[in-house]
C-alpha cells in the first residue's frame, strides 16, 4: 500500500481513436461507426449510440468487436442520412472491470444544432458511482479486519481467539465483507450500464453480472466466505482448548487452512481487477495478492491489537509481551511486503515520475505515499514501546532465578538485660528474610510496565487510524484511471492521422443561456500552418450560434503574439485553414465569446504545440 493500490491497477481503458474523428465533416454518408481502445473492454446492447441532429437513434444493431478484436467497437449505421451534426455516446467496461464513458460529434455535409443531450459527468458521480464506492471500501475493510484478527491469532496469540474483543472483530469483518459482496453483486449491472438504483434487482441485469468475469468473481467470494464461517466456528473452541491447557498449540493443518482460506479470498480481488489486465500479467497477479494480504496481516492485526490493549473485562488476561512482540516482527514483515508490491505497482500504473504531479492518478498517489510514511513513522516508536516491554517482561524471571535462598542471621543478645531500642530493631532486621524486600523492588517494575502498555496502546491506536485514512485513500486509487493508461492514450492517439488537438473551455456570463462551452479543433496541432475549427456548445450540450467568436493565440516564453486565427462563421462553426504557427511549446488560447450587442467574455486554455513531422 505504500505507492500501489490495494486493489493494484494497470489501467482503465481510454479511447484511442474513432472513425470518423471526434469533430470530423464528412462528404458522404459513413456506413458504420468504429471506436479503438487502449485495452480490451466489454459492452452491453445499448454501449454504443449514435443520435441524429434530431436525438433519434440511427444504429439499429448493438456493437460488435471488430475482427475479433476486443479493444474495438463498431456499430453499423442506417442509410440514407440526413446532413448536419451525429453525436456518438459510449460506455463501456475495461478490462480491469471499471466502466468508462464519453461522446463526440461528426458533421455530414456540414454542422448543424442538434437535440441530442448525453451525459458527460463520470461513472463514478452517479448515485450507482457512489454507493459502488462506498461499498467497495467496505469490503477492503471487512477483507483487513478478518484477515488481520485472524492472523493475529493463528501466528501471534491463539488465546485471543477466546477474548470477546477479538471475536467481535472476527464477526464484524465476515458480516461487513459478506454484505458488500452481496450490495457490489447487486449494483454490478446498473454500475456498467449507468442504471439506476432501482434497477438492482432487474433479472437481466443480474444475468449479465452473474456471467461476467467481476460478478463470476464476487460469487466466487461469498462461496469462499460460507466456507469461512464453517472455519472460524470450527476455530473459537481449538482456541478455547489451547485456553484451558487441555490442548498444548493449533494444529498445521488448521494454520494452513486459514492462510488458503485468506489466500483464495484475495484472488478475488486480483482475478478480476486491475492485475487481471495490462502488461505482466503473470507477475502482477501473485504481487496483487501479496499486496492484499500484507495489507490485511498489518491494518487488521492492529486493530485487534489495539482492542486486546485496552480490553479490561472480567476474568481477562493482559496480552502477554511475548505475543506484543511476535506481532510486531510480523507486521513489520508485513510492511516489508507492501513497500516492495507497491514500487513495482506504482512503476507499473504510473510509467513517469512526470505522471506523479500531471495526472490526476499520480497527484493521489503523492498524498499515500506521504500518509503511509507518516504511519511507518509512527510504527518505529510502536516497535520501541514494543522492544521496552518485552525486555521488562523477562526481567522479573531472570531475578527470581538468581535470588538466593532466605536465611536467618543469629543476632547476640545480653542475657538478663533490657532489650534497648536499637537492639530491638537490629533484631527485627536481622531475624527478617534475606529477599524481604525484593516485592518492594519490584514494585518500579511493575510501574514500568504499565506505562510501556499505555505508551503502546495510544501508538497502535494512532497507526490504525493513519492506517484506516490510508485504505480510503487506495479505494479512491482504484477508481482513478493510472496514469500509464493517460500516458498510452495519448501516444496512441498521436500516431494517428490526421494528429489534432482539442482544447474544450467553458465559459459563462453570469445569466441564463449565456454559458457553455467552446470547443478548438487545431489540427495537425504542430508548427507550421494549421486548421482552426471552433464550436460553441450549449450548457446541456447542443450547438449554439453566436454572433462573433475570436481567437488569438500567444507564446509567453518566447514573447511571441498575440496571433489573430481570424476566424470566419461557417454558419454552425467558425473556422480558418490558414493559422501559421512559428515555434513549439505551450501557447495561451484567448476566446472571446460574444452572445449579444453587449454580452462577451473572454476565457482562456493552454495548448502544446508540437515541432514539424519530419
Partial sequence: MLLGGAGPASAHASLSGSDPADAAVLKTDPKQVTLTFTESVSFSDDSLRVLSPENERVNPRPAQHVGGKENTARVELASKLAQGTYTVAWRVVSADGHPISGAFVFSIGKPSDTAAVVATGSPDDTAVGRLYGVF?????????????????????????????????????????????????????????????????????????????????????????????????????????????????????????????????????????????????????????????????????????????????????????????????????????????????????????????????????????????????????????????????????????????????????????????????????????????????????????????????????????????????ITTLLTGTQPSRAADERVSKASVEEPRVKVVTVPFDMGKTNHRGTVQITLAPGQVGENTVEAVVFTADGGLAAVPELRLTLTQEDLKIGPLDAKLKNQKGYWATYDLRLPMPGEWTLNITVRTTDIDQVTVRETVRITPASR
Fill in 136 to 472: 467497495s471500501y467496505a469490503a477492503y475493510s471487512g477483507l483487513a479486519l478478518l484477515v488481520g484478527a485472524a492472523a493475529f491469532v493463528l501466528l501471534c496469540w491463539t488465546t485471543a481467539g477466546t477474548a470477546r474483543p477479538v471475536r467481535i472483530l472476527l464477526a464484524a469483518g465476515w458480516v461487513a465483507l459478506t454484505a458488500s459482496t452481496v450490495a457490489l453483486f447487486l449494483l454490478r449491472g446498473p454500475y456498467e450500464t449507468a442504471g439506476a438504483v432501482t434497477s438492482a434487482l432487474d433479472p437481466a441485469l443480474l444475468g449479465r453480472t452473474a456471467s461476467g468475469k467481476s460478478g463470476g468473481a464476487l460469487i466466487a467470494r461469498l462461496v469462499l466466505l460460507a466456507a469461512t464461517a464453517v472455519y472460524l466456528r470450527q476455530l473459537a473452541p481449538q482456541c478455547a482448548a489451547v485456553d484451558d491447557g487441555s490442548s498444548r498449540e493449533l494444529g498445521t493443518r488448521v494454520r494452513v487452512a486459514g492462510v488458503l482460506f485468506a489466500v483464495a479470498l484475495v484472488v478475488t480481488w486480483a482475478a478480476a481487477e486491475h492485475a487481471s489486465a495490462g502488461p505482466q500479467v503473470a507477475l502482477a497477479m501473485p504481487v496483487a495478492v501479496l499486496h492484499l494480504l500484507a495489507m490485511g496481516v498489518w491494518l487488521g492485526g492492529l486493530l485487534t491489537l489495539m482492542l486486546l490493549l485496552r480490553h479490561r473485562g472480567p476474568g481477562s488476561r493482559d496480552i502477554p509481551a511475548s505475543a506484543i512482540g511476535r506481532f510486531s516482527t510480523l507486521a513489520f514483515r508485513a510492511v516489508v511486503v507492501l513497500v516492495g508490491t507497491g514500487v513495482y505497482q506504482s512503476w507499473r500504473q504510473v510509467g513517469s515520475w512526470e505522471a506523479l504531479f500531471t495526472t490526476a492518478y499520480g497527484k493521489i498517489l503523492v498524498v499515500k505515499v506521504a500518509a503511509v510514511i507518516l504511519v511507518l513513522w509512527m510504527a518505529s516508536f510502536s516497535r520501541r514501546w514494543t522492544a521496552r516491554l518485552v525486555h521488562e517482561a523477562s526481567l522479573p524471571a531472570t531475578e527470581t532465578l538468581m535470588a538466593p535462598a532466605p536465611d536467618l542471621v543469629p543476632v547476640a543478645q545480653t542475657v538478663g538485660a533490657p532489650t534497648s531500642s536499637v537492639g530491638s530493631h537490629l533484631d527485627r532486621v536481622s531475624t527478617a528474610p534475606a529477599g524481604e524486600g525484593a516485592s518492594n523492588e519490584t514494585e518500579p517494575s511493575v510501574l514500568e510496565t504499565d506505562r510501556y502498555r499505555r505508551s503502546l496502546r495510544w501508538m497502535v491506536a494512532a497507526e490504525a487510524v493513519l492506517g484506516v485514512l490510508v485504505l480510503a
